[in-house]
């Protein structure tokens, strides 16, 4: 047989008139202090000040980018500079110079980022970001036959810590280029596109 206690009845031996009594709790005991996790009176204004300088620190990580600005000089500063190196490749090999790549390297990233700021700047300039545009497609899509092309290698930083052959080799065939077809190389379409951006 199943055994069911009665129900509790609360209402059973109390008139409804009396005042029930509660105990005060511990914490109202104590009265007038303020709770645990308020801060006190006069550190309310410095918290909150240190949050807005903390919460304004932490939006600018994200708004930096916006803040670059577009500087024409620097980008035409860049071609001149990238067409200083590539016109040094056409006299001399500079496959086995790890200078020589890490500068090609740097000038790499900096100029796709001063095309990527003018991109996004939308201003009529005296450089024609459309024909860096294709030398900077043309050297990253360099030898059309090998797997790891010239852009990677620079995207990759070589010459900074590490100079890999297959980069090596593409830096002396463009050199061979040259001096085997003059004005018909890849080098001298290069150059000619980067000062004709620049002249406009």
Request: no cysteine; charged share 30%.
């Amino acid at each position: 047989m199943t055994f069911f206690p009665e129900p509790l009845r609360p209402s059973e031996g109390r008139k409804e008139d009396e005042e029930i009594i509660v105990n005060p709790i511990e914490a109202d005991k104590k009265g007038g202090e303020e709770p645990i996790w308020e801060l006190p009176g006069g550190k309310k204004g410095n918290f909150y000040a240190s949050m807005i300088v903390l919460l304004k620190k932490f939006t600018s990580l994200f708004t930096r980018q916006k803040r670059e600005e577009f500087s024409e000089d620097a980008l035409a500063a860049d071609i001149h500079s990238l067409t200083g190196l590539l016109d040094r490749l056409k006299e001399l090999d500079q496959s086995e110079n790890a200078h020589f790549a890490q500068e090609l390297s740097n000038l790499w990233h900096e100029l796709l980022q001063h095309v990527q700021l003018a991109s996004k700047a939308k201003m009529k300039t005296k450089v024609e970001i459309s024909k860096v545009k294709i030398v900077l497609s043309d050297i990253d899509r360099y030898p059309p036959n090998e797997e790891r092309k010239l852009g990677f290698y620079l995207a990759e930083f070589a010459g900074e810590s590490w100079l890999p052959m297959p980069f090596m080799e593409i830096l002396r065939k463009l050199h061979d280029d040259y001096k085997v077809n003059k004005n018909s190389s890849i080098l001298e379409k290069w150059t000619d596109l980067l000062k004709e951006s620049v002249e406009g």
